[in-house]
Structure formats: structure tokens, C-alpha cells
């Protein structure tokens, strides 16, 4: 493991595995994302009670889902980074929370633009809605974070200690709907017995799910491997590639 | 102890200190993440008095009564097991129907009916096509709405 995680860790090796990687990465997004687009907002049935509306689903459960897990990937990497000092790490987080705030904004927003209609209100202060909004700001306040060091080291140290504090939000998000009251409804696919949505509406829905965790994959590929020439740019290997 | 190991011991520190420090602060603010009250709540008096609270429930079926020339509307919320009057004066949401859940924002008045300023509709996480609903509903299990007006 420990040999693994540093092998992996060395940009050189990094980079080769993520070029061959992002083609792949890519081609799965891009099937999965229009046939899931396609899937949803044509083929899936309306519902028995919102009708239409509920086609929202396919772009505010992916990016719930992910604003969740590219926070987890955040402290993950933190951890690895404080404890193994190992760079990719750092330059997966830094890159990784923009993507990470957008996906969380987007679920904000759809899930306003639903609830007016359906609820009757954009937004209420109830536990799901107000943790959620939290975890926008632990973004935000990490990019800043990011940016206020000009030592990128002392940068991703900070960053690291931030994102490990804010971890504890993640299963608060989660649970919330069980632990309080809230407006939100419950769990519909991560329950433990059998997905309360018809097999019609969910097949679209898991091909949107894979779709926004590839783009997110690619996207962290492509600005990883930037990031690696650009601090690895005086090494043997990287003038090899640039002078080809 | 090697210094890596001693960097592992102040992360774990870190989470497990977070842990505990949530912990705590969830449980001593367990009252106010409560986004609303049920009638059973607030018949066991858990409810405020003065202030302004939410109130959740379902709408009793055949308890909807609307003014024929005003947006008034009167129905009965209930958890299965006690029951709440309400007053509203206002536009209801799609979802509102007799059977729905909802939650209602507003005071409750001395003679124990509850006047609402807001009416929230509650969602609940079944989705399906309408033919499957209907199909449900003539099996005679359609969702924990239609199950709760049944055990009623």
C-alpha cells in the first residue's frame, strides 16, 4: 500500500497513467451523459405526482452526490498529503474544489428552481438545505484558502487542516434527512432495501450518475497533468515530452 | 515514534476531536434542527406556545373545506395518531392534496387551531410513472400516504 501510494505519487508515473486513463474516462462520460440526457428527459415516464418536473432529478442527484464526494476526495488527499507529503495529492485537492463548489451550486440551484414549484418555496432553513449550503462555503473558503498563500506547500497544508475539519459535514449532509424533520425528502436510491424509484426513471438516472463522475475524472486528469509540467518543468522527463 | 506516525496520530486526533466536538454540539441543538412538530408533539405540549413554529403532518382526506370566495382554506393535519386543525389564507403548492404531506409555518391559537402564514408541500421519495401508481392503488398499496390512510 504504502509502496503503491508512493509509486503512484510520482509525477512521472502519474502522468503516463492519466494520459492513457482520460481518453477512456472521456468516451464513458460522453456516452453515458447524452444517452443519460436522453434517457431522461425523453424515454423516462412522467411522474405519477410532479409529472414533469421531476426530470430535474437527473442533474440534481449527480450533483449532490458528487458535491459530497469530491469533499470526501479533498480530505482524503489532505490526510494523504499531511501524512505522506506527497504532491499529486495536493495538486488533486487544489484542483479538485473548484469542480467540487460548482457541483455543489448546481444542486443548490436546481434544487431551488424544483422547489418553488413543488414545495411552494426556493429555499428553507431545514437541516439538508442549510448543511448542504455549509459545504458551498467549506469549498469556497478552501479556494480562498488556496489562493491567500503564495507558498503552494504552505497553501496545501492549510488546505489540507480545513478540509479534515470539514469532513464531519459530509455525514451530517447524509443523515440529515433521517436524524431531523426536514422538508427535504428521504433517501431515494441509497437506502438499503429496494430503490423507491421505477426502473424506467433509475436506469437514466445511474447513466447521469457515471456521466458527472467521469467529467469529474477527466477534468482532474487534465488539470493535474498541467499542474505536473508546470512544476515539473525543468525535470529530463518533461523537456523530452515538450521537445517532441 | 517516527515523525510519519506522529503525523498519523495528529489526523486521527483531528477527526476524532471533530467527532466528538459535533457530537455534541448536534445533541445539545437537537430541538432547533427540528425542521417541524407533529400533532402528537404538540398535543404532548412539546410544541412553543408564544412564538411562531412548523407543523407537519398529512392532510386528512375529506378535511379540506375552501371559502368559495376567498382563498381561505380549512383542513385537518394529522400523524395517524392525533389530529390538528388549521387555517390558512394563501396560494397552496402543486402538491397539495388530501393524503400529501405538508408542513405548515404559523402560530397556534388558543382554541388549538393552528393558523398558517406558509404552506410547504412535503415530497416524498417514491417516484413513478403514473400507470405503476395506478396499479399500486388498485393492489391497495400505493405509498405511506395511502398506507397511513388505510390504517386510519
Known amino acids: ?244 | 515514534m517516527t515523525s510519519r506516525k506522529k503525523r498519523i496520530l495528529i489526523v486521527s486526533f483531528i477527526l476524532i476531536g471533530i467527532s466528538i466536538a459535533a457530537t455534541l454540539i448536534l445533541t445539545a441543538f437537537e430541538e432547533n434542527l427540528m425542521y417541524f412538530y407533529s400533532p402528537t408533539e404538540i398535543a404532548n405540549g412539546e410544541a412553543p406556545k408564544v412564538r411562531a413554529f412548523r407543523i407537519g403532518g398529512l392532510v386528512l382526506t375529506n378535511s379540506v373545506k375552501r371559502n368559495p370566495n376567498d382563498l381561505k382554506v380549512t383542513f385537518v393535519l394529522t400523524d395517524t395518531v392525533n389530529e390538528i386543525k388549521v387555517i390558512y389564507d394563501g396560494i397552496l403548492p402543486d402538491l397539495f392534496r388530501e393524503g400529501q404531506g405538508i408542513v405548515a409555518n404559523g402560530k397556534m391559537k388558543p382554541d388549538n387551531v393552528f393558523v398558517a402564514d406558509e404552506v410547504l408541500a412535503k415530497h416524498d421519495e417514491n417516484y413513478m410513472p403514473p400507470e405503476v401508481a395506478k396499479a399500486l392503488e388498485d393492489a391497495g398499496a400505493l405509498n405511506p400516504y395511502q398506507e397511513n390512510k388505510v390504517a386510519k
Open chain 1, 1 to 244: 500500500m504504502y509502496k503503491w501510494i508512493h509509486q503512484f505519487g510520482s509525477p512521472k508515473y502519474f502522468y503516463d497513467i492519466s494520459l492513457c486513463l482520460s481518453k477512456w474516462v472521456t468516451i464513458v462520460c460522453i456516452v453515458c451523459f447524452i444517452s443519460g440526457l436522453y434517457g431522461g428527459l425523453v424515454l423516462a415516464p412522467a411522474d405519477y405526482q410532479q409529472g414533469d418536473s421531476f426530470r430535474i432529478i437527473y442533474v440534481h442527484v449527480p450533483a449532490a452526490w458528487m458535491s459530497l464526494f469530491i469533499y470526501i476526495v479533498l480530505a482524503a488527499s489532505g490526510a494523504i498529503s499531511l501524512i505522506w507529503h506527497i504532491k499529486i495529492s495536493d495538486i488533486i485537492a487544489r484542483v479538485s474544489a473548484p469542480i467540487g463548489a460548482s457541483y455543489t451550486f448546481l444542486a443548490l440551484s436546481t434544487g431551488a428552481i424544483w422547489g418553488k414549484p413543488m414545495w411552494g418555496t426556493y429555499w428553507v432553513w431545514d437541516a439538508r438545505l442549510t448543511s448542504e449550503l455549509i459545504l458551498l462555503f467549506l469549498y469556497l473558503g478552501y479556494m480562498a484558502l488556496q489562493s491567500a498563500f503564495d507558498d503552494k506547500r504552505i497553501a496545501a497544508r492549510a488546505g489540507a487542516v480545513l478540509a479534515l475539519i470539514g469532513i464531519i459535514n459530509i455525514p451530517i449532509i447524509h443523515y440529515s434527512v433521517e436524524w431531523w424533520s426536514t422538508l427535504h425528502q428521504g433517501p431515494t436510491i441509497t437506502k438499503l432495501d429496494k430503490p423507491s424509484i421505477h426502473f424506467t426513471m433509475l436506469i437514466p438516472l445511474i447513466l447521469m450518475v457515471i456521466a458527472f463522475k467521469t467529467f469529474y475524472i477527466t477534468t482532474v486528469l487534465i488539470k493535474t497533468r498541467s499542474e505536473i509540467l508546470k512544476y515539473e518543468c525543468n525535470s529530463s522527463w518533461v523537456k523530452k515530452i515538450l521537445g517532441n
